[in-house]
């Protein structure tokens, strides 16, 4: 039988024995001829023998432990990814509101006079624009909608037009800065999880920054 992991190929038929293995039974050995050759007048407890297997046992386990945590660290660089959870990363195609400000990094056409921020929500529908500053290059959204009214917890999109003297310039989405809640490697990829359970490939991130005190 063989058994495939990212490790490697092994087979159940291999004799081929790690160090771990050649020790172990190395150390069955050496037991086996110390019963062999005790006193018979004088033979050792049976107890002492369970206390040698059981304390050898433990620290096999630990071994293979700790060779299990070196290949994980190597395989997913899991040192790597608590680099992530805590920090705001900056991303495009949308955030989850629940209440608080989202921080938002527009970036209008050069030589704009007239910017406006549009959102939208997970359907798609327009529930909210403002008109920004052309020199607008950070913007914290409150979640209101065109009459002022709070909109739900949800995931919204934001886009920035930007004008000049009413001829339309450009029209780009906006990104925006989200806490990082976990990192997972998953299929040869970073993956970072976002408030709102949204996913985000660690390559799409053009932005990380600590939270504002």
């Known amino acids: 039988m063989e058994i495939t992991s990212n490790a490697g190929t092994y087979s159940a038929n291999s004799r081929q024995q790690t160090p771990t293995q050649t020790d172990y039974q190395t150390f069955l050995n050496m037991l086996t001829v110390q019963i062999q050759n005790q006193d018979p007048l004088n033979p050792m407890d049976p107890s002492d023998f369970a206390v040698q297997l059981a304390t050898f046992s433990s620290v ?29 990363a900056r991303i495009y195609g949308g955030a989850h509101f629940d ?31 403002r008109s920004l500053d052309p020199e607008t290059q950070s913007y914290s959204w409150d979640g209101l909608d065109s009459d002022g009214a709070t909109l739900p917890e949800g995931t919204y999109s934001f886009e920035l037009e930007s004008k000049l003297e009413g001829d339309t310039l450009d029209s780009q989405p906006v990104a925006a800065y ?33 939270p504002p005190a």
Do not use: C, H, K
């Not at 630990?62 to 990814?81: E, F, I, V």
């Not at 040869?188 to 490939?201: A, E, F, S």
């Open 178 to 210: 989200m806490p990082v809640l976990e990192a997972r490697f998953e299929g040869g990829m970073t993956l970072l999880v976002l408030p709102g359970g949204l996913y985000v490939d660690s390559t799409q991130v053009t932005g990380l920054r600590r």
């Open 99 to 129: 209440g608080t400000p989202i921080a938002l990094t527009p970036d209008p056409a050069l030589g704009a006079d007239e910017v406006t921020l549009i959102v939208r929500d997970s359907t798609g529908a327009i529930v909210d624009t």
């Open 60 to 88: 096999e386990q630990q071994t293979y432990t700790n060779q299990l945590l070196s290949s994980m660290l190597g395989q997913t660089g899991l040192a790597d990814l608590g680099g992530w959870v805590g920090m705001e």
